[in-house]
């Protein structure tokens, strides 16, 4: 089946420095690949619709500037988030659709990122 | 906007027990009604789906019903497993023919335990 993975699985930094978060789709080419963040006991929020090669779509009230996404490939999506604050701390999910496959462009889920601002 | 309302967890059955999770959703025009789930370290995996209405969708002895009428999707097993035990979200997408290309609106998520 599709995998999509995600790397690193956690991470810790200080305030102010920028984390980046990678999310690979392992067997498939992705012509989409979705970020979302989730708070404690609560649901996932669509952060950003990436498409490869062009810039990505981001949610009303997500700050394009904080985190940057690049999609250079059809396997690839980065999110960064810049200028870490404790407040950004989350959980990180990306998600990504086949390209042309026979899933009906179903969204394939990598297993997050924890990611914590001291 | 679109919006879906879960069942509020933790739930805990004991194996062989009956499985509800309740998904209510709020939607314009038709959406497609998803459950995912999500086995601890793993990512999300597509359950079942259903696009239109009265349409149901099953798997792995899961089953949902798209009822338009109540705006309802609720999840049910009628003999779950330890194996079962995982976290649960229903979802819709506003696009049609049922595809998860488009944007996903998640609940807040069930967490469901079962105890041999």
């Known amino acids: 089946g599709a995998v999509v993975s995600q790397h690193p699985s956690r991470v810790i930094c200080k305030s102010g420095t920028s984390v980046k978060i990678e999310c690979r789709s392992l067997?498939?080419?992705?012509?989409?690949m979705f970020w979302y963040r989730q708070f404690p006991k609560q649901s996932l929020m669509l952060m950003a619709t990436s498409n490869e090669g062009s810039k990505a779509t981001y949610e009303q009230g997500v700050e394009k500037d904080k985190f940057l996404i690049n999609h250079a490939s059809l396997t690839l999506s980065t999110l960064t988030v810049t200028s870490a604050h404790p407040e950004d701390s989350s959980f990180y999910i990306c998600?990504?659709?086949?390209?042309?496959?026979?899933?009906?462009?179903?969204?394939?889920f990598g297993p997050g990122t924890r990611l914590t601002v001291l | 906007g679109n919006s879906v309302t879960q069942m509020e967890g933790p739930v805990t059955l004991s194996e062989e027990a009956f499985l509800t999770i309740n998904c209510t959703y709020t939607?314009?025009?038709?959406?497609?009604l998803f459950w995912y789930v999500q086995y601890p370290g793993e990512g999300l995996q597509l359950l079942l789906k259903a696009t239109k209405a009265d349409d149901k969708g099953s798997n792995k002895g899961f089953e949902a019903t798209y009822r338009k009428e109540t705006t309802s999707f609720h999840l049910e097993k009628g003999s779950v497993q330890v194996s079962d035990s995982a976290v649960y979200f229903c979802a819709l997408s506003d696009d049609a023919g049922g595809t998860s290309y488009g944007k996903l609106t998640f609940g807040q998520g069930t967490i469901l335990t079962v105890h041999p």
């Open positions: 998600s990504a659709s086949e390209v042309g496959g026979t899933s009906y462009n179903e969204q394939f």
């Open positions: 067997d498939f080419q992705a012509t989409t």
């Open positions: 939607a314009t025009g038709y959406p497609s």
